[in-house]
């Protein structure tokens, strides 16, 4: 069956590169390449959970506006940061969260975020997905951030078979090359929001399509 093999992989980036030069980053790339603070990369991923990136970012500009490190953001009440981050998907828990975490980062971490895997797991409310963003986008480390896009486009393509985003991290640490790291994750959310969509994806225009396996494609476009 034709699909994204190690051979092809590298026409694959160079094909959605060429493709996405049009298309605008996902949120959270944009928040780290603006502002360069790993500590607003990671209140944008918390953000950013179940809400879509046009909700996420200026949400993000709203409360970086008013709180740009732990110290500032601990001198926000929780109905200010609550309205600033409104409406991005249960505000009000991700509201308390955002100031747990910094509270977090300023007692044990002298008011960083930590830039290894392990710390930024021990944080409350952060897990792989998140912490693999976080130290691609703000510490600029090659990580392996999968989210829904990542699982599914990686899937569907034929380059890995696996069941849940966990199994597909694991599986494109062992079989994607490392060049590719730092941008996987950006360029497969912009190919999932923009040509590689869960239904109907346009794959009559899609460059990749001549490699593209398909899987689980039953209408398009």
């Not at 790291?181 to 360029?187: D, K, S, V």
């Not at 190919?191 to 590689?196: E, L, T």
């Amino acid at each position: 069956m034709k699909g994204v093999t190690n051979r092809t992989i590298h026409q694959v980036m160079a094909a959605m590169r060429g493709r996405l030069r049009d298309l605008p980053d996902p949120s959270v790339t944009l928040v780290g390449k603006r502002w360069h603070s790993p500590y607003l990369v990671l209140i944008s991923c918390l953000m950013s959970l179940r809400t879509k990136d046009e909700t996420t970012l200026p949400a993000a500009e709203r409360l970086f506006a008013l709180a740009k490190t732990p110290e500032e953001m601990l001198r926000l009440t929780i109905p200010q940061i609550e309205k600033a981050i409104f409406p991005v998907g249960f505000y009000k828990t991700k509201a308390e969260r955002i100031q747990a975490i910094s509270r977090d980062l300023l007692d044990r971490f002298d008011g960083r975020v930590p830039d290894t895997m392990e710390a930024l797991l021990s944080l409350k409310g952060v897990g792989r997905k998140t912490a693999n963003l976080v130290l691609t986008e703000g510490f600029g480390i090659p990580a392996m951030c999968v989210d829904t896009h990542v699982h599914r486009i990686s899937n569907r393509m034929g380059y890995v078979r696996t069941k849940t985003p966990e199994e597909t991290e694991w599986a494109l640490r062992k079989k994607l090359p490392r060049e590719y790291w730092m941008e996987y994750n950006a360029f497969l959310v912009s190919w999932g929001q923009n040509i590689c969509r869960p239904l109907s994806p346009l794959c009559s225009t899609c460059p990749v399509r001549p490699h593209c396996a398909r899987r689980g494609v039953i209408k398009s476009r």
